[in-house]
């Protein structure tokens, strides 16, 4: 995240999003009110499903591709979508 001036608040964009999960603890008892969010108090499951996702994607990318050259059209096609959708997840 930018640094932020001191006392004007947060301004980060943010991916769209269909579950938005967020660490509880930092905010102690009284977690802001955030449309939409669900507070949580370990990431871990979330964290490890995502990176389960990422993997998907590069095992099925892979399995597109294997044994066509660079040049072939299809390899440029599959990178794309790779890098676009790990792009989506982070």
């Known amino acids: 995240m930018p640094a932020?001036?001191?006392?004007?608040?947060?301004?980060?964009?943010?991916?769209?999003?269909?579950?938005?999960?967020?660490?509880r603890p930092p905010f102690g008892e009284d977690p802001p009110s955030i449309p939409g969010a669900h507070f949580v108090d370990d990431l871990s499951?979330?964290?490890?499903?995502?990176q389960l996702l990422a993997e998907q994607d590069a095992q099925t990318a892979t399995a597109t591709i294997t044994g066509?050259?660079?040049?072939?059209?299809?390899?440029?096609?599959?990178?794309?979508?790779v890098e676009a959708r790990q792009a989506q997840i982070g």
Do not use: C, S
């Open 45 to 50: 499951p979330y964290i490890e499903r995502k």
């Open 4 to 23: 932020q001036p001191p006392g004007g608040g947060v301004d980060v964009t943010v991916e769209p999003f269909f579950e938005w999960v967020i660490e």
């Open 68 to 81: 066509l050259e660079p040049e072939h059209p299809l390899f440029a096609k599959v990178q794309a979508v």
